[in-house]
């Protein structure tokens, strides 16, 4: 049986991207390399990234670091694509990939040296519980990174039901993060904001998930349309969303120390 087989997709845009072995976040491999030196990964011996996806970050990690990385997500075809991402980076003895809630880490407190999270909380109602658990397993000197979007200008509201409709939840407002992250508790916060840029959307994506992987993952998608209901909905939705959207998106960086 193959993965589009296994995946029963609820024409969710997340079981269609654990189908189809695609994950990201707005900004790309540009944020995630700005995240890591706020959240001073070079010192670190022990990383978590929660929320990992296909594990794009955690493999670059490994490989560019050497240290030991922990990748949770809540979806069990996301950690398989992880562990394949590791394997084929050849970093399968640094990448540890499990099923978790960031709602409830299954980590002891103050065990990782940093704690990121890129792109999931837009999809957790409970988003200060989430950033509580990020940094109850910080140590404490270690740093706790989210990357979240945001409407810099919000999308005139035809357009704004289409993304509804294709990603699912609402993208707080950039005050929303801000007064979360100053709820922390972290010290030395700092946040940075970035408009995304949508004549740089598809060359990100290709940056962030790599030629070889994204080609694979389109045969998938077009096989996943032409034989699963739900998930040619997902794929049509998805697409039905036009590239312009970007102008009205930014992204914030928010780092701080525990
Ligand atoms: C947009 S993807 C981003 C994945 C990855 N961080 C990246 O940048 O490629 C969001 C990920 O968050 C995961 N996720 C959503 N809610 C979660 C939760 N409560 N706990 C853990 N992971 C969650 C999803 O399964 C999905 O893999």
Same mark, same amino acid.
């Given at each position: 049986m193959t +993965? @589009? #087989? ?8 997340l079981? *269609?991207?654990?189908?189809?072995g ?6 790309g491999?540009e944020?995630?390399e700005?995240?890591l030196?706020l959240?001073?990964?070079e010192t670190?011996? $022990? ?5 990992c996806?296909?594990?794009v970050?955690s493999a ?5 670091y ?5 990748g949770?997500? *809540?979806? #069990?075809? *996301?950690?398989a694509?992880? =562990? ?5 980076a050849g970093?399968e003895t ?8 960031v709602?409830?880490?299954p980590f002891?407190a103050d065990r ?8 999931v909380l837009?999809f957790v109602? #409970? ?13 404490p000197?270690? &740093?706790v990174g989210?990357s $979240?979007a945001f409407?810099? =200008?919000?999308? /005139? !509201?035809e357009?704004?039901? =289409?993304?509804?409709t294709?990603i699912? /939840?609402a993208? /707080? !407002?950039f +005050?929303?993060?801000q007064?979360?992250w100053?709820?922390s508790?972290?010290?030395?916060r700092?946040?940075?904001?970035y =408009? +995304? #840029? /949508?004549?740089?959307? *598809?060359?990100d ?5 790599g030629w070889?992987w994204?080609v694979? @993952?389109?045969g998938?998608?077009l096989?996943? %349309?032409?034989?699963n !209901?739900?998930g ?9 969303v !036009?590239?312009?959207?970007m102008? &009205?998106?930014? %992204? ?6 525990k």
């Amino acid at each position: 049986m193959t +993965t @589009a #087989d296994a995946v029963p997709v609820g024409g969710e845009f997340l079981d *269609m991207q654990a189908a189809v072995g695609i994950s990201k976040h707005t900004g790309g491999m540009e944020a995630t390399e700005e995240l890591l030196k706020l959240c001073h990964v070079e010192t670190a011996q $022990e990383v978590l990234n929660v929320g990992c996806g296909i594990g794009v970050a955690s493999a670059h990690i490994a490989r560019k670091y050497g240290c030991h990385v922990v990748g949770v997500d *809540m979806s #069990d075809k *996301m950690i398989a694509w992880s =562990q394949r991402r590791a394997r084929e980076a050849g970093v399968e003895t640094l990448v540890e990939c499990r099923v978790a809630n960031v709602l409830d880490l299954p980590f002891a407190a103050d065990r990782f040296d940093v704690v990121f999270c890129e792109s999931v909380l837009i999809f957790v109602e #409970d988003k200060a519980r989430a950033i509580g658990e990020c940094v109850r397993v910080a140590k404490p000197g270690g &740093y706790v990174g989210l990357s $979240e979007a945001f409407w810099t =200008q919000l999308p /005139p !509201p035809e357009l704004l039901a =289409q993304v509804k409709t294709a990603i699912g /939840p609402a993208t /707080p !407002p950039f +005050t929303a993060w801000q007064a979360l992250w100053e709820a922390s508790g972290l010290q030395e916060r700092v946040i940075r904001t970035y =408009q +995304t #840029d /949508p004549r740089t959307e *598809m060359s990100d994506r290709i940056h962030w998930i790599g030629w070889r992987w994204l080609v694979r @993952a389109w045969g998938r998608a077009l096989r996943l %349309y032409v034989t699963n !209901p739900a998930g040619r909905k997902a794929i049509k939705e998805t697409f039905e969303v !036009p590239p312009g959207i970007m102008q &009205y998106l930014g %992204y914030g960086l928010f780092a701080g120390r525990k």
